[in-house]
């Protein structure tokens, strides 16, 4: 069974710093596109960052020079580091895998940014 579980929300000051990671189980991350989206209350799905099978990387223009992405291919993880955070940042995160048709989902994790 594919799971990708996230870990890492919670509740950060703005101008504080989060950092969310999602691991992969029964399914090998190095062979697919990886992305972290999110969702605040009322709005649509976005797309917050990319990386490739082969690290390369795609932002945002709301989160450029303030969020990275990487992943780790032994861990079988990806991260998402969020620098800088705003009230605008607040949302449900959500991990990504897409190849060739499949897509899998995590479950979510909140991210609150608030004084």
């Known amino acids: 069974q594919v799971q990708l579980v996230e870990s890492g929300g919670g509740l950060v000051q703005p101008g504080g710093s989060l950092g969310l990671s999602c691991a992969g189980s029964g399914i090998s991350l190095v062979f697919y596109g990886m992305g972290w989206y999110r969702q605040a209350p009322g709005k649509q799905r976005e797309l917050v960052a990319a990386?490739?099978?082969?690290?390369?990387?795609n932002y945002a223009d709301s989160v450029k020079g303030r969020f990275t992405i990487s992943r780790d291919y032994v861990k079988n993880t990806v991260s998402l580091q969020m620098n800088s955070l705003n009230p605008e940042d607040t949302a449900v995160y959500y991990c990504?895998?897409?190849?060739?048709?499949?897509?899998?989902w995590g479950q979510g994790t909140q991210v609150t940014v608030s004084s």
């Open positions: 990504h895998a897409g190849r060739g048709g499949y897509d899998y």
């Open positions: 990386i490739t099978s082969g690290g390369s990387t």
